[in-house]
């Protein structure tokens, strides 16, 4: 099961990251992605959100919003097949 456990201020940098992929050419759904992002930084891979919103260049930071996307179980909120997002804290 997949918990979501972020905080108000982590939500609201979660949309920033969101708009900020979407301004990039991201052309999956917003809510899913969100819903992406939260689930695996609550759930065993927590992320250096303001620094990936912030601090990335525009290639490593489409590089972990396409890895999400790709390698996250939905069923668990965990990343597959070895993929760690540049901005992972652990």
């Given at each position: 099961?997949?918990?979501?456990?972020?905080?108000?201020?982590?939500?609201?940098?979660?949309?920033?990251?969101?708009?900020?992929?979407?301004?990039?050419?991201?052309?999956?759904?917003?809510?899913?992605?969100?819903?992406?992002?939260?689930?695996?930084?609550?759930?065993?891979?927590?992320?250096?959100?303001?620094?990936?919103?912030?601090?990335?260049p525009?290639?490593?930071?489409?590089?972990?919003?396409?890895?999400?996307?790709?390698?996250?179980?939905?069923?668990?909120?965990?990343?597959?097949?070895?993929?760690?997002?540049?901005?992972?804290?652990?």
């Open positions: 099961m997949v918990n979501f456990t972020a905080t108000r201020e982590e939500a609201v940098t979660i949309s920033e990251i969101v708009l900020r992929a979407k301004q990039l050419g991201f052309m999956g759904d917003p809510l899913d992605l969100a819903m992406d992002i939260e689930a695996v930084h609550s759930n065993g891979c927590p992320l250096d959100l303001a620094r990936w919103k912030d601090d990335f525009d290639f490593d930071f489409m590089h972990d919003i396409n890895g999400i996307s790709v390698h996250i179980d939905r069923e668990t909120g965990e990343l597959t097949d070895c993929f760690l997002p540049r901005c992972a804290k652990c």
